[in-house]
């Protein structure tokens, strides 16, 4: 299923969210913590859905993940 537009969200935005750098970003995407959709472009993006599940699990964290 392809998620829509309003449905993804940019690495920055992603990376706002957790108070992270984009490179932190690519780092749990090697590690598998938070993979991104590739558009027919070329470009990633994130799932609101994952970004806001992975949010929940760390809510009980003190500071951002450790990249």
């Not at 490179?23 to 995407?29: G, V």
């Not at 590739?38 to 993006?45: I, Q």
């Not at 859905?49 to 993940?65: M, N, Q, T």
């Amino acid at each position: 299923m392809v998620a829509s537009q309003a449905d993804l969200l940019l690495p920055r935005e992603v990376a706002n969210i957790f108070r992270v750098t984009v490179r932190t970003l690519r780092n749990w995407e090697r590690k598998g913590v938070l993979v991104p959709v590739r558009l027919p472009s070329g470009h990633k993006r994130y799932r609101r859905e994952e970004v806001e599940a992975l949010l929940g699990a760390c809510s009980f964290r003190k500071g951002p993940l450790q990249g």
